[in-house]
């Protein structure tokens, strides 16, 4: 057993210090970036249900942004809606198709290949730091030369320049930090969200690659932070749960108020994490008795179409820029000074 001493931070830890800057208006700063293959603005849409879906995919490409698909649809739904002639090279352009480890999910991802030519992929698992895991995305590599990788999760620089020399080119950072994910207390294992991504990021950049930082942000704010402590790209789950796009019925309960005697109707929408025990019920047949859930299930706000939340987020991201002085969102982590500070749980890091 040993400890670690040095101070790990999330986003709640931290605040941008704002800086002298010449941009006159949040209008000139330029949020899209080429990253490899990718032009475009490097939010992504995670691939869980209600988030990731194919509705879902088309209005952020729309928005140059970018869906990670959930792994539930069936080959013949994603042959025809990759391979539609009005949006095809759109849809394979910003969107990616997820898969696990098992010998079935790779048979799903050749039967879809081969009908659609997918470029973007993401090999997503829980534990990035299997050795069936790391071996598999380079089985993966060595069949498929021509796809963009994207494997995780994993939350320290070896293994995500492990992941890179085996074959990803992109490697998503993360585990336990999302609204819905319950790894921390059920396991107790993580790993602060802010200083995983800027260790993974420095590891990945020194060898070429990128990094996706997943979960933890609740806010615009912790977009610009996550992207502030060199994120290539960022995935939002619980931020884009709740939309008209994520498919979910919309569920309205009825709250009254003794003292004024008011009742008010407010709307919601289901969301959880993929490896609660919803998500594994709804999968997998349920919980193999082996193991525990960790993810829950939550009611979210309704909050309508995507396209608000999208305006909201980028908006935050580009006042963001302005205030430390960073013209393009390429150059916010080169112009980022972070102040650690008092976090939401009231806690002080000395």
Same mark, same amino acid.
């Given at each position: 057993?040993?400890?670690?001493?040095?101070?790990?931070?999330?986003?709640? *830890? #931290?605040?941008?210090?704002?800086?002298?800057?010449? $941009?006159?208006? &949040?209008?000139?700063?330029? =949020? !899209?970036?080429?990253? %490899?293959?990718?032009?475009?603005?490097?939010?992504?849409?995670?691939?869980?249900?209600?988030?990731?879906?194919?509705?879902?995919?088309?209005?952020?490409?729309?928005?140059?942004?970018?869906?990670?698909?959930?792994?539930?649809?069936?080959?013949?739904?994603?042959?025809?809606?990759?391979?539609?002639?009005?949006?095809?090279?759109?849809?394979?352009?910003?969107?990616?198709?997820?898969?696990?480890?098992?010998?079935?999910?790779?048979?799903?991802?050749?039967?879809?290949?081969?009908?659609?030519?997918?470029?973007?992929?993401?090999?997503?698992?829980?534990?990035?730091?299997?050795?069936?895991?790391?071996?598999?995305?380079?089985?993966?590599?060595?069949?498929?030369?021509?796809?963009?990788?994207?494997?995780? *999760? #994993?939350?320290?620089?070896?293994?995500?320049?492990? $992941?890179?020399? &085996?074959?990803?080119?992109? =490697? !998503?950072?993360?585990? %336990?930090?999302?609204?819905?994910?319950?790894?921390?207390?059920?396991?107790?294992?993580?790993?602060?969200?802010?200083?995983?991504?800027?260790?993974?990021?420095?590891?990945?950049?020194?060898?070429?690659?990128?990094?996706?930082?997943?979960?933890?942000?609740?806010?615009?704010?912790?977009?610009?932070?996550?992207?502030?402590?060199?994120?290539?790209?960022?995935?939002?789950?619980?931020?884009?749960?709740?939309?008209?796009?994520?498919?979910?019925?919309?569920?309205?309960?009825?709250?009254?108020?003794?003292?004024?005697?008011?009742?008010?109707?407010?709307?919601?929408?289901?969301?959880?994490?993929?490896?609660?025990?919803?998500?594994?019920?709804?999968?997998?047949?349920?919980?193999?008795?082996?193991?525990?859930?960790?993810?829950?299930?939550?009611?979210?706000?309704?909050?309508?179409?995507?396209?608000?939340?999208?305006?909201?987020?980028?908006? %935050?991201?580009?006042?963001?820029?302005?205030?430390?002085?960073?013209?393009?969102?390429?150059?916010?982590?080169?112009?980022?000074?972070?102040?650690?500070?008092?976090?939401?749980?009231?806690?002080?890091?000395?």
């Amino acid at each position: 057993m040993r400890t670690e001493h040095e101070v790990k931070l999330d986003y709640s *830890n #931290v605040l941008l210090r704002p800086k002298r800057s010449t $941009l006159g208006s &949040r209008s000139k700063v330029e =949020v !899209k970036r080429q990253l %490899g293959a990718f032009d475009g603005i490097p939010i992504m849409a995670a691939n869980m249900d209600g988030v990731g879906t194919l509705q879902m995919a088309d209005v952020l490409a729309d928005k140059s942004m970018f869906t990670c698909l959930v792994k539930s649809y069936k080959i013949k739904e994603l042959v025809d809606w990759f391979t539609d002639k009005d949006r095809r090279e759109q849809r394979l352009n910003h969107t990616a198709y997820s898969l696990g480890i098992l010998e079935d999910d790779l048979t799903k991802f050749r039967a879809v290949n081969s009908g659609a030519d997918i470029k973007y992929v993401c090999i997503d698992v829980a534990n990035g730091y299997s050795e069936r895991f790391i071996d598999f995305v380079a089985r993966f590599r060595e069949e498929f030369h021509d796809k963009v990788i994207m494997a995780g *999760n #994993v939350v320290t620089g070896d293994i995500t320049e492990e $992941l890179i020399l &085996r074959g990803a080119d992109v =490697v !998503k950072v993360g585990i %336990g930090p999302g609204s819905v994910c319950t790894t921390r207390i059920q396991t107790g294992v993580g790993y602060p969200q802010l200083s995983s991504v800027i260790e993974c990021a420095d590891a990945a950049h020194g060898l070429g690659g990128r990094i996706i930082a997943d979960g933890g942000c609740t806010c615009p704010g912790d977009v610009a932070k996550a992207f502030a402590g060199g994120a290539d790209f960022v995935m939002l789950g619980g931020m884009l749960a709740g939309h008209d796009e994520g498919g979910g019925q919309v569920i309205t309960k009825e709250f009254h108020t003794k003292e004024v005697g008011v009742t008010e109707e407010k709307k919601f929408v289901q969301f959880y994490g993929m490896s609660s025990e919803v998500a594994n019920e709804k999968h997998f047949g349920g919980l193999k008795d082996y193991r525990s859930a960790e993810g829950k299930e939550v009611l979210v706000p309704y909050k309508g179409p995507v396209s608000n939340t999208v305006q909201d987020i980028l908006g %935050g991201l580009r006042s963001a820029c302005t205030y430390v002085g960073a013209r393009r969102l390429k150059d916010l982590s080169k112009c980022t000074t972070f102040i650690r500070c008092q976090d939401t749980h009231n806690r002080v890091y000395e």
